[in-house]
Structure formats: C-alpha cells, structure tokens
C-alpha cells in the first residue's frame, strides 16, 4: 500500500504558473505507475497527466499539453506537476493517484490510491 500526499496549490493569476509535488510512502515508489487528475466543482474528475513507472513516458490530455510537465523522482518518491500560463479553467483540487504498474493510465478507475487533494485557483 502507498500513501499520498500532495502539497504546491495556491492561488495564482491567469499566465502565472505553479509546480504541485506529490509525495508516496509505504511501498517501493518506483514500482508504481503514477497519475494526476483535477476535479472543479459540480465536474466529474479529469485525467490531466500521467506517468510510467521509470519516468521515460508520459501522456497529457490535450487541455494541459505543451503547459504542464509531469515527472518523478524516485530517489525523492516524489511526482511533480509543474504548471505554466495558468488559466481559469485549471481551477480545481489537484489529486495525484497511484497504481503498480509499469504502464501508465489517463482512467481515475485505473488507480488505486490517491492522495487528499490541493486546491489550485487561478483568477483572471
């Protein structure tokens, strides 16, 4: 079993950026196949990026590409998020989510285990 926590939200304006860091205990992280989703109020939660077991591939959705950067440090056992030209609709709480595994997965049902959240609020 692997627990989650995430730290990095805040509140920021439109254009700036913001880096989230998820960090996994209680099992060898680097076993796992790691994910981050974000979930708006009164919206289903979305897949935003995720990634392999050893770092080398990573997917986005097509909301988030070219703007956010998934990677892992499995030195560290942590998985960043970095965000970059921020926009009002990235608001939402941020979970990372995990799965062992050495594929990678865009489905909140393919995880196992998620972490509590960080809000993230960007104003315009």
């Known amino acids: 079993q692997v627990q989650l926590v995430e730290s990095g939200g805040g509140a920021v304006r439109a254009g700036g950026s913001l880096r989230l860091s998820c960090a996994a205990s209680?099992?060898?992280?680097?076993?796992?196949?790691m994910g981050w989703f974000r979930q708006a109020p009164g919206k289903e939660r979305e897949f935003v990026a995720a990634i392999n077991y050893s770092g080398g591939t990573t997917y986005y959705a097509d909301s988030v590409k070219d703007r956010f950067t998934i990677s892992r440090d499995n030195v560290k056992d942590t998985v960043y998020l970095q965000m970059k030209s921020l926009k009002p609709e990235d608001t939402a709480t941020y979970y990372c989510a995990a799965r062992l595994s050495t594929y990678y997965y865009t489905g909140p049902s393919d995880y196992d285990y998620w972490g509590q959240g960080t809000q993230v609020t960007v104003s315009s």
């Open positions: 209680g099992h060898t992280f680097s076993s796992y196949a």
